[in-house]
């Protein structure tokens, strides 16, 4: 007669372990996971807000520095942020437009400003010279290594476009015609139509 009540010993175990599981799956269920979560609208850090909202992990780390883009006489466009603002977060898409349009003709210089020390004392060619403390802040340099656009907030594609417009002495928007991007390749082509 031990050989049944072992099976039994086996068979509620079994259901132990079965209801241990249900019991911790439902628990996980309660749990409000909204703190991993990106969310555009708060001041948490999510991680790199280029990768996360601009679609772009290209931007960061740059790929020029200041002083190099001066030195090849090259406007630079430098754009101050953190990664845990919610007003970085929503501009970073701009600038990953802008990159699109204009990456290879200047210098995007993502600035995270916690690399800024504030006691240092910087130099025209290092990016901490024109940071004045606000984030996002968009400073655009031209091949002269003048300034061209020293603006504070979110701006509008439109507003840096034309200040690039001007160093690029190009059309203005009214009178040009449309930027479109340019395909990468034959998938690109193909999902845009």
Not at 5 to 21: A, E, P, Y
Not at 109 to 122: E, G, H, K, S
Not at 141 to 161: H, I, T
């Amino acid at each position: 007669m031990a050989f049944p009540s072992i099976q039994l010993l086996r068979l509620s175990q079994t259901w132990r372990r079965i209801v241990l599981l249900l019991l911790i799956s439902l628990s996980c269920l309660f749990l409000e996971p909204t703190s991993a979560l990106a969310d555009l609208g708060d001041d948490r850090f999510d991680g790199n807000i280029f990768v996360l909202y601009g679609g772009n992990g290209s931007l960061v780390p740059a790929k020029v520095s200041l002083a190099a883009s001066l030195k090849q006489k090259k406007p630079a466009l430098l754009v101050f942020y953190i990664d845990d603002s919610s007003d970085c977060k929503q501009y970073a898409p701009v600038v990953s437009h802008l990159q699109a349009f204009y990456g290879r003709a200047a210098s995007i210089i993502p600035v995270n400003v916690d690399t800024i020390r504030a006691d240092a004392t910087y130099k025209p060619t290092e990016p901490g010279y024109y940071y004045a403390g606000f984030v996002p802040q968009t400073v655009l340099l031209n091949q002269s290594g003048q300034v061209a656009l020293n603006a504070k907030g979110n701006l509008r594609f439109e507003q840096v476009d034309d200040a690039l417009r001007e160093v690029f002495d190009l059309l203005p928007r009214s009178e040009s015609v449309e930027l479109k991007r340019r395909p990468v390749n034959q998938f690109n082509v193909e999902l845009r139509q």
